[in-house]
């Protein structure tokens, strides 16, 4: 295949930033999406230029680093995959693709299409742990009955790589599914029951502190999550947020 590639390029946080143009030929329909950012990079660096930079790390869909807004979409045209899973046979010859980082203000451009994220860490770190004794004697986690459903619901929260794609997509770039699912994974456990007060209260603050936007039940951060991270965890962490309030 050959293509023209529209790409945000961006020297630094301070740039202002433009779109521009490149064209890429002989694409195998079988590379990914990254392989073919891959085939540019080492096109540009051929001709002396300054390759374009992404993140990446797994290429396999686990850790959450590979973020780009492809054609208007976040992780591209595909379902339920990230931007490193995403194959060239979902494009045709001829096309022009339009690659973006993600948009909002709690996820400013460090360069090109890389956005710190940092601001998920901060939330994480305002809650996202259960604190337990680890001195030796610590109880063996199978000593502690979970009903399957619990268990599946919480290890379907856990899911969440914290790709940051829910905000990307989100007119209103909230983080409400991603925090929900935090929050979820240990609300449905016992060992989280312990602090899920202070849990629900600190990653909530800490969320809007970074700036991001409220959610407005529009479900487009469910349809573009890679992980399928479902709504009824924002449900939750609603009624988790409730009960906290009137301690
Ligand atoms: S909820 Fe989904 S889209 Fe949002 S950070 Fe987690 S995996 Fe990514
Ligand atoms: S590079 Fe790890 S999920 Fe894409």
Not at 1 to 14: D, P
Not at 55 to 73: A, K, P, V, Y
Not at 162 to 176: H, L, R, W
Request: net charge negative.
């Amino acid at each position: 295949m050959n293509l023209t590639l529209k790409i945000w390029r961006q020297k630094n946080a301070n740039d202002k930033g433009r779109m521009v143009e490149y064209k890429v030929t002989d694409i195998s329909e079988h590379m990914s999406f990254l392989e073919m950012m891959d085939v540019l990079n080492e096109s540009l660096v051929a001709k002396g230029e300054e390759p374009v930079a992404f993140d990446h790390d797994c290429r396999e869909g686990i850790c959450g680093m590979c973020s780009l807004f492809i054609n208007g979409e976040a992780h591209g045209p595909d379902r339920g995959i990230t931007t490193c899973q995403l194959h060239m046979r979902m494009f045709n010859d001829g096309d022009t693709i339009t690659i973006e980082p993600w948009r909002a203000t709690a996820f400013p451009v460090i360069k090109d299409l890389i956005v710190d994220r940092t601001a998920f860490e901060r939330i994480q770190q305002a809650g996202g742990y259960i604190s337990v004794n680890t001195s030796g004697n610590t109880q063996d986690a199978n000593a502690i009955p979970i009903p399957k459903y619990d268990a599946d619901r919480s290890m379907d929260a856990a899911s969440c790589i914290g790709c940051g794609a829910c905000v990307a997509t989100c007119k209103n770039s909230s983080a409400m599914l991603f925090v929900a699912a935090k929050v979820s994974q240990f609300a449905l456990l016992p060992q989280g029951r312990v602090e899920a007060a202070d849990r629900v209260m600190n990653m909530v603050h800490q969320m809007d502190l970074e700036g991001f936007g409220n959610c407005t039940n529009t479900g487009a951060c469910e349809v573009e999550c890679p992980k399928g991270i479902s709504l009824e965890n924002i449900a939750r962490m609603n009624r988790e947020y409730l009960k906290a309030s009137c301690r």
